[in-house]
């Protein structure tokens, strides 16, 4: 099973446990839109990805971190699509949840996929308890208040915004937990592995900037000009295309120079390099929209 | 210290650690709106209550618990005010979390005080990590799907409801997760517990149904009617105001005859009996809406 498939695999595992049993059918199918079919999963590529540098001794806790992290990053999607929000209408090229489904439904599943993913840690504690609960503290600190996306998306009712913890935890903090949760996934300390999570996620929020900048909405299957329109702060607003473009590749190289010392630094480096090569919008005239 | 003291206490350090640090200054104001002053804190109370009847051996743990229930229970509370919702413009005599905040901070305030509750749980972990993982695992199974407080509100989404499964999942899965995380906290199995909690539950529902039924708005602190208006079943509408209350006794005595065998289990009896007096609604001619 190649890694894509081990990672959908492990998504779809955790969403059937929210499904069992007598359940509500349509909050039941909404789960399942609205993490399927995946996008890139780079989060849970990511921290598989550092779990088997580090040895992935424990593959079924690895692959609890990996699908417990993509949901909460689904559910984040979800409810930043809501009216209040984004109002997005479509997401990875079909109807937002709360379009499919609905405004309380799509309230209901980014709450249940929260949940859901604290559940499917605890569910590998058996195999080894501690583990199991420094992926829900880690999970959650970079989730929730003060430092995490919650606190990324909060940053955007202040009247004065601090840049450096808006950045670190709107986009940054789903890479630190990719990152980390890898680790401890695989039984190392998560500490030293924050700098590359760090790094991956400024370089992410750069290539975002540009995609949102130089494509339209039919190639991203998402609305574009969404910060501008919000208001929010851009590195190509900032810097212009090419400047934005230099700083991406100089972060991730970086990122890669970052790379604790573990058996399978070599390999990483290379994962760390493809997801650059990905990230790096294909710059040509007709994706300049003027 | 009492124990609504010990309660309040448990709520308010646990929502602190949602809010050190470099935060966004509104979002953290609206978690201490949402979970101050506290209602009856009767879902923690009652969680405390069956902890101390098994021996409360490890009172952080149990105080985790408390506080991880009440902020799961506030954040619906929350989340079910949304305009998408109940549309509350009150709740506990003050202006509900959207008025006071807006639309996005109330959801965010939901959600960060989802992911709180599971980063308290997590956070005592060094003290007893099995304890922590199981209460994790007891409090994510009764808050999202597919037998979860999430469920119950998605039921109400779904053209035919399965009455049993929405009343357990709406109302009573807070109560069982009560009783089962109290055993939990005080290293005992949780299973033998969860008849109490569903049928404190069951009487929590009919007691609700009453008070819906019978008082006006400010005496609750919250709009009233909003089953009719939304077209809920309700105990009262089923069996008639002197119905409901004979159905709410019959469950308590229930409720109480099924207390486990504990050391404490005589002074836990005396705790429901109490709670069932509060639940009791004092019927006068004044408090019938004709």
Known sequence: MGLSERIDKAVTDAVTIGQGGVAPRQLSA???????????????????????ACGDDQPQITD????????????????????????????????????????????????????????VLAKVAPLDPMRSAQLVLTLARRTGMPGGICAGQGWESEPEID????????????????TQMGAISAGQEPEEWEELGARIGEAFQVADDLRDALYDSQTLG?????????????????????????????ILSGAISSIPSCPGEAKLAHMVRMQAERLTPVITPATRRA
């Open 30 to 52: 909404a789960l399942t839109y609205a993490t399927t079919p995946g996008g890139a999963r780079i989060r849970p590529t990511i921290l598989t990805s550092v779990a088997m």
């Open 64 to 119: 609890a971190a990996a699908a417990a992290l993509e949901l909460i990053h689904c559910a984040s999607l979800v409810h930043d699509d809501l009216p209040c929000f984004d109002d997005a209408a479509t997401r990875r090229g079909k109807p937002s949840v709360h379009r499919a489904y609905g405004e309380p439904l799509a309230v209901l599943t980014g709450d249940s996929l929260i949940v859901l993913a604290f559940e």
């Open 163 to 178: 840049l450096r913890a808006y950045h670190r935890s709107k986009t940054g903090a789903l890479f630190i937990a990719a």
């Open 222 to 250: 998402k609305p574009v000009g969404q910060d501008d329109l919000h208001g929010r702060p851009n590195a190509v607003a900032e810097l212009g295309v090419d400047g934005a473009i230099r700083r991406l590749t100089d």
